[in-house]
């Protein structure tokens, strides 16, 4: 089971509600909307990704991580942590 699991709808909620986002951002270049309305739209969606991007980040030390070392499988939680800590690392780069 993932660490998500637990937050699937208010996930998949949140997805939605910046799939609608990015709907309206297409909506906003079709009408030739100025362009820094645009580029405050984006860096709302931007926002909105980043932010599930740190919940499931969260979910995963909170509940992948420590259950593995709980279980003892130090190793495991050990590649993990890393998993992680590659991820931070993409998401600082966007």
């Known amino acids: ?3 998500y ?3 699937k709808e208010q996930y998949l909620a949140r997805l939605k509600r910046i799939e609608g986002q990015v709907r309206g951002l297409q909506r906003m270049i079709d009408e030739d909307t100025y362009c820094i309305d645009v580029l405050q739209q984006i860096a709302a969606v931007n926002g909105a ?3 599930v991007a740190i ?3 969260d979910e995963h030390v ?3 991580v420590a259950d593995a070392a709980a279980a003892g499988d130090q190793e495991r939680a050990r590649e993990m942590v ?3 800590t590659q991820a ?3 998401l600082v780069k966007s």
Do not use: D, P, Q, V
């Open 1 to 3: 089971m993932r660490g």
């Open 5 to 7: 699991t637990m937050s």
């Open 49 to 51: 990704l980043r932010n």
């Open 55 to 57: 919940g499931l980040l």
């Open 62 to 64: 909170g509940h992948c």
């Open 82 to 84: 890393n998993e992680a």
């Open 88 to 90: 931070i690392a993409r």
